[in-house]
């Protein structure tokens, strides 16, 4: 099949700023079985197609290469989907209605659980967690557990603590911390980061998934904000055996790039899966290992070299492994010549991370473009972004936090701290290279929001975070484009429009470009094209 594009704005993503971009912009595009054929004037294009190409009049809306997820959580994102929104929730009493009137609607009884995602405690009239005394009200018998917008910080009622077996006498785990009441040792309910897996695992097995219906409506979402390259970034084998079941049965629309989390037996799996599944098989490949080194600084439990402002006296986080733990992982990642991805939140975090990796490529001789990544870079530091740059460590950057959370960080690390989060300027400027993600679930995976975030710098409350770090527009869209199949080793194949590449692309009803800049998060996706096929028309 063939169809040409035109009369419309082209920006093909293959220079390196705004204006080669115009001044090379093609006035037509040809795309033949799912790759792009030619670039270049209507007349030439028309010229070389055949006879009975299909022609897409754009009038006059914008055509550019689709959007590449550099992180996310494709697998949670579906699971997230089936439990109960508390997303909109803003007090305590609208938690538990929301809870009851999920327990009424889905006939839950104490035979089943109930979960929850997406409360912000921060943004809760009580500014508070929603411990077991607040669950309790919604049910004493059944199995309560509810997920924090981070997905590093949860509750749970009394019922489900007691399946998990927390209770006075369980020690915090390594990497985790068990709330408890003030001056008492029974537990609260309150769990943060390694803690939270006693809870699930207990939690999570008693919760059936109708796995078609969950990574259906997973996919739409990415797919209507123009996204046609997603991450699963944390996989366990659970996750993997759900991908390839439903990769098998060519329920795949997007291509789904996995990364094994190692201490979850990440190694094993890639032995067990890595040969079949590190090239693309019905939309599915393996890319690489994940590790986890601390947690949200939101949620204040961001591994900091300096303390957070407010509350505990010297208080800057924690890490979830011991050096020799996080260096273990990172020389097996480099001797296997594995990409690694590392979630650091905490700069503190990042040191760890950058000293590792660091010593790990000595120890290894390996010089391999091995393109580890730095996820979410919240408050990395100039001396670090110039460590990674020496290392072609890439930084993807979660530039949301600005309009999310950008007030809290202010509020938890003070002005010259809270206005530095997501440094996309100061990575760029010293040649680090960057692309954007919305971390979903946390966030909806909502590229167009994450470019204003990133030109524009400001929060919920109005104010511009770091005026100092605002990138260009055509900056911001390499970041969700050509940079993120950078990561991916697809830079050849993906990420911006010219001859021989993919047919990923959308049509947006306004060029980024050509408009206000804060009017960038208004842009609606039209159409997302994967390979040559719609997948997805407004």
């Known amino acids: 099949m063939e169809r040409i594009f035109f009369n419309g704005k082209i920006i093909t993503m293959e220079f390196s700023n705004e204006r080669e971009e115009r001044e090379n912009e093609p006035e037509a595009v040809l795309i033949r079985d799912g790759i792009i054929a030619l670039t270049g004037s209507l007349s030439d294009v028309e010229k070389y197609a055949r006879a009975d190409a299909i022609t897409t009049d754009l009038k006059g809306k914008c055509l550019m290469p689709a959007f590449i997820d550099s992180h996310s959580h494709f697998v949670m994102s579906g699971q997230m ?16 209605a929301v809870l009851r009137n999920y ?8 035979e089943n659980v109930i979960i929850g995602f997406g409360y912000d405690h921060n943004f809760l009239r009580e500014n508070a967690q929603p411990d077991k005394s607040v669950l309790d009200q919604v049910s004493a018998e ?11 910080l949860a509750c749970a009622n009394s019922a489900a603590l007691k399946i998990a077996g927390i209770d006075e006498n369980t020690v915090d785990p ?25 809870l699930q695992m207990a939690i999570l097995p008693k919760v059936k998934f109708d796995i078609e219906t969950i990574f259906q409506k997973a996919q739409e ?40 989390l190692m201490p979850n037996g990440g190694i094993q ?8 599944y590190l090239t693309y098989k019905n939309h599915l490949k393996i890319g690489g290992y994940k590790l986890v080194l601390d947690g949200s600084p939101q949620g204040r439990s961001a591994w900091m070299t300096e303390p957070y402002l407010g509350g505990e006296s010297n208080y800057k986080g924690y890490p979830w ?29 990042s040191d760890q991370f950058l000293n590792a990796y660091e010593r790990a490529l000595k120890e290894a001789q390996n010089r391999m473009d091995l393109r580890p990544v730095m996820i979410h870079c919240q408050t990395v530091r100039n001396d670090q972004l110039d460590k990674m740059a020496r290392m072609s460590m890439i930084a993807s950057i979660f530039v949301g936090h600005v309009w999310y959370w950008g007030d809290i960080h202010i509020k938890n690390f003070g002005h010259k701290r809270g206005e530095h989060i997501s440094p996309a300027k100061d990575a760029l400027n010293r040649g680090v290279l960057i692309n954007f993600h919305q971390d979903t679930p946390v966030t909806k995976p909502n590229m167009m929001h994450s470019i204003w975030c990133a030109v524009n710098r400001i929060s919920r409350k109005g104010q511009v975070i770091g005026e100092d770090q605002e990138i260009s527009i055509y900056d911001a869209l390499k ?42 998060k208004n842009i609606k996706v039209i159409e997302t094209i994967k390979d040559g096929e719609t997948i997805y028309i407004r």
């Open 81 to 96: 989907s089936m439990m109960a929104n508390l997303s909109e929730c803003e007090s305590f009493d609208e938690i538990i």
């Open 103 to 110: 327990m009424r609607d889905n006939k839950i009884t104490k």
């Open 142 to 152: 059944i199995p309560i557990f509810i997920l924090h917008i981070s997905a590093h």
């Open 174 to 198: 390594e990497g985790g911390v068990i709330g408890r009441f003030f001056n008492s040792t029974e537990p609260s309910g309150y769990v943060e980061e390694a803690a939270l897996n006693l």
């Open 221 to 260: 979402e990415y797919i209507s904000n123009g996204i046609t390259t997603v991450q699963d970034g944390a996989s366990t084998e659970k996750d993997i055996k759900m991908l390839i079941n439903i990769s098998e049965m060519d329920n795949l629309k997007v291509d789904v790039v996995s990364y094994l």
């Open 269 to 276: 799996i890639m032995e067990k899966y890595g040969k079949e």
């Open 321 to 349: 492994m011991q050096d020799e733990t996080l260096y273990n992982y990172v020389i097996k990642a480099v001797s296997q010549n594995r990409q690694l991805l590392a979630h650091c939140n905490g700069d503190a975090a």
């Open 479 to 520: 970041a969700v484009t050509i940079n993120a199949a950078y990561q991916y080793f697809e830079e050849n194949t993906k990420g911006s429009i010219t001859k021989g590449k993919r047919a990923d692309l959308i049509i947006l009803d306004k060029s980024p470009i050509d408009i206000d800049k804060m009017e960038i």
